[in-house]
């Protein structure tokens, strides 16, 4: 009877490593994590953080890739619902920017980006979110331009993928804590660029 169990408890506690990594990498910043920081994180041995992952940077990965899922789930909630095509570019804009400077999931995704670089995977895992968020927004323009509230000023995907990269530009100041860009200043540009090129002006 033990064994149908252990497949469950081994998923279990490779999630909350994955948890307890990305808590760790929050506080500390990738740069010099230890395995015994994420052990003393998961209330685990060191050892029982290296039976489940004997290379930190499988760890990290699983980082990454539950960090991109949560975010895209996020804003899919927040904005998937709205009808408008006006209020729905709005929820938008608002989702994709940190909360505040210390706003734990930008800045751990911001920090897992970095090291893109150097690695396949976390590469991947970066282009794909960019990738989904760029179709986030190309169905909102689509279904604006398409309802008569938005003319367009160039192909939806250059639109989209601009309004991404502000968001991602924007966002990092924000964690940065750069005092001329907070979060409602870094709003007011986007929406300012979003009327600009939609030739919307309720937004």
Same mark, same amino acid.
């Given at each position: 009877?033990?064994?149908?169990?252990?497949?469950?408890?081994?998923?279990?506690?490779?999630?909350?490593?994955?948890?307890?990594?990305?808590?760790?990498?929050?506080?500390?910043?990738?740069?010099?994590?230890?395995?015994?920081?994420?052990?003393?994180?998961?209330?685990?041995?060191?050892?029982?953080?290296?039976?489940?992952?004997?290379?930190?940077?499988?760890?990290?990965?699983?980082? #990454?890739?539950?960090?991109?899922?949560?975010?895209?789930?996020?804003?899919?909630?927040?904005?998937?619902?709205?009808?408008?095509?006006?209020?729905?570019?709005?929820?938008?804009?608002?989702?994709?920017?940190?909360?505040?400077?210390?706003?734990?999931? #930008?800045?751990?995704?911001?920090?897992? #980006?970095?090291?893109?670089?150097?690695?396949?995977? #976390?590469?991947?895992?970066?282009?794909?979110?960019?990738?989904?968020?760029?179709?986030?927004?190309?169905?909102?323009?689509?279904?604006?331009?398409?309802?008569?509230?938005?003319?367009?000023?160039?192909?939806?995907?250059?639109?989209?993928?601009?309004?991404?990269?502000?968001?991602?530009?924007?966002?990092?100041?924000?964690?940065?804590?750069?005092?001329?860009?907070?979060?409602?200043?870094?709003?007011?540009?986007?929406?300012?660029?979003?009327?600009?090129?939609?030739?919307?002006?309720?937004?």
């Amino acid at each position: 009877m033990g064994k149908p169990g252990r497949p469950k408890n081994q998923t279990a506690r490779r999630e909350a490593l994955v948890d307890a990594a990305g808590r760790a990498i929050t506080e500390r910043g990738l740069e010099g994590l230890r395995i015994k920081d994420i052990a003393a994180e998961a209330g685990m041995s060191a050892g029982s953080v290296l039976y489940y992952y004997p290379e930190l940077d499988d760890l990290v990965l699983e980082v #990454h890739r539950g960090a991109v899922a949560r975010f895209l789930t996020a804003r899919h909630a927040v904005t998937d619902d709205v009808a408008d095509p006006v209020a729905r570019l709005r929820a938008l804009i608002a989702s994709g920017l940190p909360s505040a400077p210390d706003d734990a999931t #930008h800045g751990l995704l911001y920090e897992l #980006h970095g090291r893109a670089d150097r690695s396949a995977g #976390h590469a991947e895992l970066m282009a794909s979110l960019f990738a989904s968020e760029v179709g986030l927004y190309t169905t909102v323009l689509e279904v604006g331009a398409a309802t008569g509230a938005f003319t367009l000023t160039a192909s939806v995907h250059d639109l989209a993928s601009n309004l991404v990269a502000l968001e991602d530009g924007y966002g990092l100041h924000i964690v940065s804590r750069n005092a001329a860009l907070t979060r409602t200043e870094a709003q007011r540009l986007i929406r300012g660029h979003a009327r600009a090129v939609t030739g919307c002006a309720e937004l």
